[in-house]
């Protein structure tokens, strides 16, 4: 069975500050990918990233930095110089090669105080 | 382009009334979602259809929900008769046909859905 594990419910920062949001999965499959959403104040889901799992290069966009390790099966999501507007939910999914399912984390409130 | 575009937004409703939910997928996927997301249990799938067929749909709470997709345009979550527990955030989402990128699902805006 698939599963991920986002243990952060709730990270507050001030603005400017380095955070790190983290996620765990475990899944049996060896074909998979895993991937982050974004859910601001407004509602909508928003795409982050996707990361297939024969490719465990770090990957950076702007302020955003993801780090995948598959020894410690984490895929783990850097913010650096964090702005107000990085307030939201994030969500951590896998999908595996055995259905078209993805599996969701619980997600993480991120507030960022000015 | 258009993303996945959902209505209505927002929809208040009595207990006992029919509430339909409606789904415009990206032009071009070929596989489309629906979610539920409410506090207590986080984002669930209820069903998915690949080329307007139902796949799986193991994740419809019980026989008040139904969800079709008569074309690859289109497709509906009906809810006959809703109660108060229904209420939470119903999001569709759809993946791109055949592309290497079609693990991701992009999601519509979601329908804010209140039953009194």
């Known amino acids: 069975a698939q599963k991920v594990t986002q243990a952060q419910t709730e990270i507050s920062v001030v603005e400017k500050e380095d955070v790190t949001l983290d996620c765990v999965y475990e899944t049996r499959d060896t074909t998979y990918y895993l991937f982050w959403y974004k859910q601001p104040p407004s509602g909508e889901l928003v795409f982050l990233i996707r990361?297939?799992?024969?490719?465990?290069q770090n990957e950076i966009s702007g302020r955003y930095s993801w780090n995948f390790q598959k020894s410690t099966s984490s895929f783990n999501f850097t913010i650096t110089a964090s702005q107000v507007v990085d307030s939201a939910v994030y969500f951590c999914?896998?999908?595996?090669?055995?259905?078209?399912?993805?599996?969701f984390g619980k997600g993480i409130t991120l507030s960022v105080r000015p | 382009d258009a993303g996945v575009i959902q209505s209505p937004r927002h929809e208040v409703t009595e207990m006992g009334q029919e509430v339909t939910l409606r789904c415009k997928p990206i032009s071009g996927h070929n596989s489309l979602f629906w979610y539920r997301q409410t506090m207590m249990r986080g984002l669930e799938l209820l069903i998915y259809f690949n080329n307007n067929v139902p796949i799986d749909d193991s994740g419809m709470p019980e026989d008040r929900f139904s969800a079709k997709m008569p074309n690859a345009s289109f497709s509906t979550l009906k809810i006959q008769p809703s109660e108060p527990r229904d209420s939470a955030v119903y999001f569709c989402?759809?993946?791109?046909?055949?592309?290497?990128?079609?693990?991701?699902?992009?999601f519509g805006p979601g329908t804010r859905l209140l039953v009194l």
């Open positions: 989402a759809s993946t791109p046909r055949g592309t290497h990128t079609q693990e991701t699902q992009y």
């Open positions: 999914a896998l999908h595996t090669g055995a259905n078209s399912k993805l599996t």
């Open positions: 990361r297939n799992s024969f490719d465990e």
